[in-house]
């Protein structure tokens, strides 16, 4: 990957914060993170745990970070961050919980994960499944994509403002993106 698209990637991954300014009373304002479909392949029971590509999982090495924030852009502390997707190959695991977990942020609205780059298949872009539920709050399901995945502008769900920032010349590669979501 050029350093030009890498650079337009981060430029991409940057705009998703989507910081708007100010509110009525003065306070900051974040925009929220655009809702997508939860698609067919979710199941419910995932176990808690940072480390989604297990041993034998194919694909590219991927560490997943950023933060949660609220619609006053402030940190949203043990918001549950549900995650899902396909293998390298672009294979859903409909039977067991390969490549299925969530996390829970940190006090500073902080997540991480560890997976791969997910392959894609028929119709569909890489991508990888998302819910973000802030306690007591609303949850927020969407999807995350890649900078310049040939398949983007084929995919009709595909979003530019959820594009990760992604960093490939790092081992693992690394993707960074802040949600927003509901309170």
């Given at each position: 990957?050029?350093?030009t698209?890498?650079?337009l990637g981060t430029l991409?991954?940057?705009?998703?914060?989507?910081?708007?300014?100010?509110?009525a009373a003065g306070a900051a304002t974040c925009t929220a993170t655009p809702a997508q479909t939860e698609g067919p392949y979710y199941r419910a029971g995932a176990p808690q745990r940072t480390v989604l590509a297990t041993a034998g999982v194919?694909?590219?090495r991927l560490v997943v970070s950023?933060?949660?924030l609220d619609p006053s852009c402030r940190p949203v502390a043990r918001a549950r961050v549900d995650v899902w997707q396909a293998d390298g190959s672009g294979a859903y695991d409909n039977a067991g919980y390969r490549l299925r977990g969530w996390v829970r942020t940190d006090a500073r609205g902080r997540y991480r994960f560890t997976t791969v780059v997910p392959g894609?298949?028929?119709?569909?872009?890489?991508?990888i499944h998302v819910k973000i539920t802030p306690p007591g709050g609303d949850t927020l399901t969407t999807q995350l994509y890649f900078p310049n995945a040939g398949a983007n502008d084929g995919d009709f769900i595909y979003d530019?403002?959820?594009?990760?920032?992604l960093d490939t010349?790092?081992?693992?590669?690394?993707?960074?993106?802040?949600?927003?979501?509901?309170r």
């Open positions: 990957m050029s350093a698209r890498i650079l991409a991954g940057l705009a998703t914060i989507g910081m708007a300014g100010t509110g194919r694909g590219t950023g933060r949660v894609q298949y028929p119709g569909r872009t890489e991508h530019r403002r959820l594009l990760v920032r010349s790092a081992r693992p590669w690394r993707a960074t993106f802040t949600f927003v979501a509901p």
